[in-house]
């Protein structure tokens, strides 16, 4: 099966760093996303990670072992509009392409001033 | 357009009732996608279309569920017979080539929000 873990809730002060982890256990692999969803609009793209190691952006960065099965979400300097739920999601191989998304239920972070 | 729309944004419907979903998927985008969000809950996949290949239909929950696409591009779910537990956010999503990589990021569309009282 199909199982992809990240804690349901996470708080954080403005300023501050918070490291949001992914665990996956799935058929094949083939990259990994991570992005970010304020309530009630579309996940916007924050990154990609295929290869092991550290992908930095920005203030955002992202972490991935595949031998572990595990990625993280690195995001510094908070800010309140980082408040937003951020999905981890595994691309897996099947019939005809690689491209299909597997999604965590994601993680509600939310930065307090 | 500059992104994945998608109509209409809300609906609300009655039990048994049919609906259809559309999404208008980025220009020259071959790639698309749909999924389901329940309050509180991930991303679930539904179905995929790639160019002129068979849709990977095994995220349809149920034959009450259909998707077509036609000429590569705007698709259209459809729901038959709506049940209550099928009331949630429907993303659509495209992407350009569905070869694996960075340019095969999924954008995704801002949902219509289905209500089945």
């Known amino acids: 099966g199909q199982n992809i873990d990240q804690p349901t809730e996470m708080t954080a002060t403005e300023g501050a760093i918070v490291q949001i982890n992914c665990t996956y256990q799935t058929s094949g692999f083939n990259g990994l996303f991570w992005y970010q969803q304020h309530a009630g609009e579309a996940p916007t793209f924050l990154s990609y990670?295929?290869?092991?190691g550290l992908e930095e952006k920005g203030r955002f960065s992202s972490f991935l072992s595949r031998s572990k099965g595990y990625s993280y979400l690195l995001l510094k300097e908070l800010q309140m509009k980082d408040s937003a739920s951020y999905l981890c999601a595994v691309r897996v191989g099947f019939s005809g392409g690689y491209n299909k998304l597997i999604f965590g239920a994601g993680t509600r972070l939310a930065v307090h001033p | 357009g500059a992104g994945v729309s998608q109509s209409p944004s809300n609906k609300v419907t009655e039990k048994g009732k049919d609906v259809e979903l559309r999404c208008d998927p980025i220009?020259?985008?071959?790639?698309l996608y749909w999924y389901r969000q329940s309050l509180g809950q991930g991303l679930e996949f539904l179905i995929y279309?790639?160019?002129?290949?068979?849709?990977?239909k095994s995220g349809l929950p149920s034959d009450r569920f259909s998707a077509e696409r036609t000429g590569g591009s705007v698709s259209t779910l459809t729901i038959q017979r709506t049940q209550q537990e099928d009331s949630a956010v429907y993303l659509c999503?495209?992407?350009?080539?569905?070869?694996?990589?960075?340019?095969?990021?999924?954008?995704f569309g801002p949902g219509t929000r289905l209500t089945v009282l």
């Open positions: 220009s020259g985008h071959t790639a």
């Open positions: 279309f790639q160019g002129n290949s068979a849709p990977d």
């Open positions: 990670n295929v290869l092991d």
């Open positions: 999503a495209s992407s350009f080539v569905a070869a694996g990589g960075p340019k095969d990021t999924q954008y």
